[in-house]
């Protein structure tokens, strides 16, 4: 069964700090990892990855993908207040998406 | 327009009820999904439709009954539900490869209706 495994679950630190966020995974036919940030009610979407070693980047926020090790990082650098949220990473295998359990991250100023 | 509306936003239901669930977007998308995500835990897929056809029923109990009468609505009707229902039930949307008919990762969520079932 296709599995997505994130960590830590929940995290605190403080405003300016830089994070960063684990995904581990085992899905059968990979073809895509793609990481959600969830405030409130919606999940939006914030980087979809495909192939190693190739660093995605998007302002403060930047990811990476490692197929051999089957795992990606999401790092959050000078985290502000407004980051906190749930991080939620999902894994594309053959047929449907699977979302791994979230990390739980909170700003504090 | 990106957006995925979803109403209503909160619903309180009585276990005998029938209600409907909501689902808008005019991104074209042809493919549109409904999830299920409980305090604390990840969405869990329940149903995707493709092209107005239901591709996909994650074995979800006859009491949640999925209908697309067009490319750009999906609903979700109610009847006869539990407590353990009592959920946040978001809508997404995603295109669908022409010629595979596969479904593009990349979705687009509603903010969710938040379902209470006493």
């Known amino acids: 069964e296709d599995k997505v495994v994130q960590s830590p679950l929940s995290l605190v630190v403080h405003e300016g700090d830089t994070v960063t966020l684990n995904c581990s995974y085992e899905v059968t036919n990979f073809r895509s990892l793609l990481w959600y940030k969830q405030e409130k009610k919606a999940p939006t979407f914030l980087f979809m990855l495909?192939?190693?070693?190739i660093e995605k980047k998007s302002g403060r926020l930047s990811s990476i993908l490692d197929k051999k090790e089957l795992f990606s990082i999401l790092n959050i650098t000078a985290t502000q207040t407004g980051d906190s949220a749930i991080y939620l990473c999902?894994?594309?295998?053959?047929?449907?998406?699977?979302f791994g359990q979230g990390t739980r991250l909170t700003i504090n100023p | 327009d990106t957006e995925v509306t979803q109403t209503p936003k909160h619903l309180v239901m009585g276990m005998t009820n029938k209600k409907s669930l909501k689902c808008e977007q005019h991104?074209?998308?042809?493919?549109m999904y409904w999830y299920k995500q409980k305090a604390k835990k990840p969405p869990e897929l329940m149903f995707v439709y493709s092209y107005e056809k239901l591709s996909i029923n994650e074995s979800v109990p006859s009491r949640f009954s999925p209908e697309c009468p067009n490319s750009s609505l999906l609903n979700l009707h109610l009847h006869a539900l539990q407590p353990e229902d009592s959920a946040l039930y978001l809508c997404?949307?995603?295109?669908?490869?022409?010629?595979?008919?596969?479904?593009?990762?990349?979705?687009?969520f509603g903010s969710g209706t938040q379902l209470s079932v006493l």
């Open positions: 997404a949307s995603s295109q669908v490869a022409t010629g595979t008919g596969a479904f593009n990762e990349k979705l687009f």
């Open positions: 495909t192939s190693s070693g």
């Open positions: 999902a894994v594309k295998g053959a047929q449907k998406l699977v």
């Open positions: 991104m074209g998308h042809r493919a």
